[in-house]
């Protein structure tokens, strides 16, 4: 294959493939998953990558709207973007790194705590702002093997967070590596079990119960019973599914010159 010799060749080439989201459509996803959850459980929706592409702040101000708890982004700067944009809304940095620690603090953004060493220098910001008190979710790696605290590593863990005053661990959560596919349900169960076990050690040595979540939007579909506190709705908002079929709702559109696939994205109830 040609590399591209120009943008425009390159913009010729997209012309022949595009996504379009239908906005109403996804409020009738966002329906549908919270649907097949307790009244009790929260939503959380991803809207990092701006949106998927889709444009964050607009979608996430449409989340807002519909009464999502919270909100999740990749980057600490997409967090600073949604609140320039008016978001409200709490929300989750996953990957917080240690670089925008001033930021996230004076945007009131969440961070999402992987390892020990980003949890010292959150805390060494904070002692030096005069900051108690500040929220952040422990994120445990209980298989995905992307990031997170090691079951081998809570003990650390918990011996820092001990009489610490200037963080309050709001969440507790950890990410399903293969919650799609029924050939790795062993595995899948498997993870949910180390969650609750960690985190019920977490818990017990806080002395209060934070949030758990670990379902992703396949697991909202698959493993409702494991709702615990929150989910996390990503993909499943426009469309994707993981169960036979695999979208809510797909239209092909075929046109003299070219095929487009539109996603009116509404659910197949």
Known sequence: MQPYSNKAEMGRENDFSRLEINLPGCLENYRYFRGKLEPYTRLLVLVKANAYGHGAAEFAHLM???????????????????????????????????DFFPEIIENNLEPGIPNLCTLKALCAELGCRGITGFPIHIKLDTGMHRLGFMTSEIDGLLEYLDGNRSVEVKSIYSHLAAAEDPDSDDFTLGQIRMFRENADRISGSLGYRPLYHILNSAGIERFPRYQFDMVRLGIGIYGISALPGGYLNCRRQKSRRQFKYRFSITPCL
């Open 64 to 98: 807002e709207d519909a009464g999502a708890d919270y909100l999740a982004v990749a980057y600490p700067v997409e967090g600073v973007e949604l609140r320039q944009a008016g978001i409200r809304t709490p929300v989750l940095v996953l990957t917080a790194g240690t």
